[in-house]
C-alpha cells in the first residue's frame, strides 16, 4: 500500500530573496502573520493554518505562472482592498473589459497579482451561479 499524505498538514513555498521586501508585502500589504524570522533560510506565514515559507533564494528568475493563491468569499471587495493598500494587479491581453477581475469559463472569478520578486499569486471566487 501507498503511503498517503492526505492527513498531514501541508507547507507552501514562495521564493523571495530579500526579508524586508518579503515582510513589507506578505505581512504588511496582505496582512498575513509573521509567524517566524529564520533568515537566512526562510521567513514563517501563517495561511490560516498552512505553514507558507517564504524560503530566502538568492537570484531566481520567477515563473510566468500562478505560485500561490487564496479562494475569496468577495473577490470585488478584496481587490478593492488590496489595491488601496498598494497591490498592484495584473492585466493581461486576453482579458475583457477594464477590471482586474476575469471570468473563467465555468463561472470562477479570478485576479492575479505580483510580488515584490515577480512570483505570480492571485485570488479567485466561485461563481455564485453554482
Same mark, same amino acid.
Given at each position: 500500500?501507498?503511503?498517503?499524505?492526505?492527513?498531514?498538514?501541508?507547507?507552501?513555498? *514562495?521564493?523571495?530573496?530579500?526579508?524586508?521586501?518579503?515582510? +513589507?508585502?506578505?505581512?504588511?500589504?496582505?496582512?498575513?502573520?509573521?509567524?517566524?524570522? #529564520?533568515?537566512?533560510?526562510?521567513?514563517?506565514?501563517?495561511? #490560516?493554518?498552512?505553514?507558507?515559507?517564504?524560503?530566502?533564494?538568492?537570484?531566481f528568475?520567477? #515563473?510566468?505562472?500562478?505560485?500561490l493563491?487564496? #479562494?475569496?468569499a468577495?473577490?470585488?471587495?478584496?481587490?478593492?482592498?488590496?489595491? +488601496?493598500?498598494?497591490?498592484?494587479?495584473?492585466?493581461?491581453?486576453?482579458?475583457q473589459?477594464?477590471?482586474?477581475?476575469?471570468? +473563467?469559463?465555468?463561472?470562477?472569478?479570478? +485576479?492575479?497579482?505580483?510580488?515584490?520578486?515577480?512570483? *505570480?499569486?492571485?485570488?479567485?471566487?466561485?461563481? *455564485?451561479?453554482g
Amino acid at each position: 500500500m501507498a503511503v498517503s499524505l492526505s492527513n498531514f498538514a501541508h507547507v507552501a513555498f *514562495v521564493p523571495i530573496s530579500d526579508g524586508a521586501k518579503a515582510i +513589507a508585502f506578505y505581512r504588511d500589504m496582505l496582512g498575513l502573520t509573521l509567524v517566524e524570522d #529564520q533568515a537566512p533560510f526562510a521567513l514563517v506565514f501563517d495561511l #490560516q493554518g498552512t505553514m507558507l515559507r517564504a524560503t530566502f533564494a538568492g537570484e531566481f528568475k520567477a #515563473q510566468p505562472f500562478t505560485v500561490l493563491g487564496w #479562494q475569496v468569499a468577495d473577490i470585488d471587495a478584496t481587490v478593492e482592498g488590496l489595491t +488601496a493598500a498598494g497591490v498592484m494587479f495584473n492585466k493581461y491581453p486576453w482579458m475583457q473589459g477594464e477590471g482586474a477581475i476575469w471570468t +473563467a469559463p465555468g463561472g470562477t472569478r479570478i +485576479a492575479w497579482f505580483q510580488d515584490p520578486f515577480g512570483n *505570480v499569486l492571485s485570488l479567485q471566487s466561485a461563481s *455564485v451561479e453554482g
